[in-house]
């Protein structure tokens, strides 16, 4: 008999694989600059196939999730690793402190921006939102040799708003403002860009006081949301 997560990993399959679309995929793969394979199915279709899939069945348990997102990530297209993380936002209220440990692992396997900012700032924020007393873990995350674990900590709270943590938010920028990697200067930029959106002055003055650490790239992405609502 099969456990509850591999009916979902299975019932994804059957779905999803009748629509293979060799010619697309071939598009996505190369927007991807190769790293992965592609079935070609675009995100609205591969939404809709996935929830009329998974309708009827039960609401999982956190194990289920957690081996749901495991078996998505051992599947060779692109698009299984976007189902798993739609399925874990689907069930985030099932999900405890532990899962922190399940993403971290999402993050650094397979890893590219468009699974590791997604799981960054709608499930890493998200566990840290419920459970405060993860956001320590990113002052370990920040500091790691793995850049996408450091871009994971400089984004985590990219949807929290009023409730960002401007202090860690600005520690760690100036943490990587000297990284000379192009996905954590720009995290760097987008993470404050956000954030003039809730604190523009207090955004503007990190700026001015460390115009000379921060990187081009980064203080230039910070004020693009500014320089647009000015024009």
Avoid at 60 to 68: A, G, L, M, N
Avoid at 167 to 173: E, H, I, Q, T
Wanted: hydrophobic share 40%; net charge positive.
């Amino acid at each position: 008999m099969s456990s509850p997560a591999t009916t979902v990993v299975e019932r994804l399959a059957e779905a999803f694989e009748p629509h293979r679309d060799e010619a697309r995929a071939r598009q996505m793969r190369a927007y991807m600059r190769d790293q992965f394979p592609f079935l070609g199915i675009m995100k609205t279709e591969r939404v809709r196939l996935s929830r009329a899939a998974l309708a009827g069945l039960r609401r999982p348990s956190e194990r289920d999730v957690d081996e749901v997102a495991i078996g998505c990530w051992e599947r060779d297209e692109r698009e299984y690793q976007y189902a798993g993380i739609w399925y874990v936002r689907r069930n985030a209220s099932v999900l405890g402190p532990g899962f922190l440990a399940t993403a971290k692992r999402l993050i650094t396997t397979k890893s590219w921006w468009d699974t590791v900012d997604d799981l960054a700032a709608n499930v890493v924020g998200g566990l840290i939102a419920r459970h405060q007393e993860l956001a320590s873990t990113m002052d370990g995350w920040i500091g790691s040799k793995n850049l996408w674990l450091s871009r994971s900590a400089l984004i985590h709270q990219l949807r929290y708003r009023a409730e960002t943590d401007a202090d860690r938010l600005f520690a760690y920028c100036l943490r990587r403002a000297g990284d000379t990697d192009f996905f954590i200067r720009k995290a760097i930029g987008w993470a404050l860009r956000e954030y003039t959106k809730t604190d523009a002055e207090a955004v503007v003055g990190f700026l001015r006081e460390n115009a000379e650490a921060l990187s081009g790239l980064s203080r230039n992405e910070a004020v693009k949301w500014l320089n647009a609502s000015r024009a």
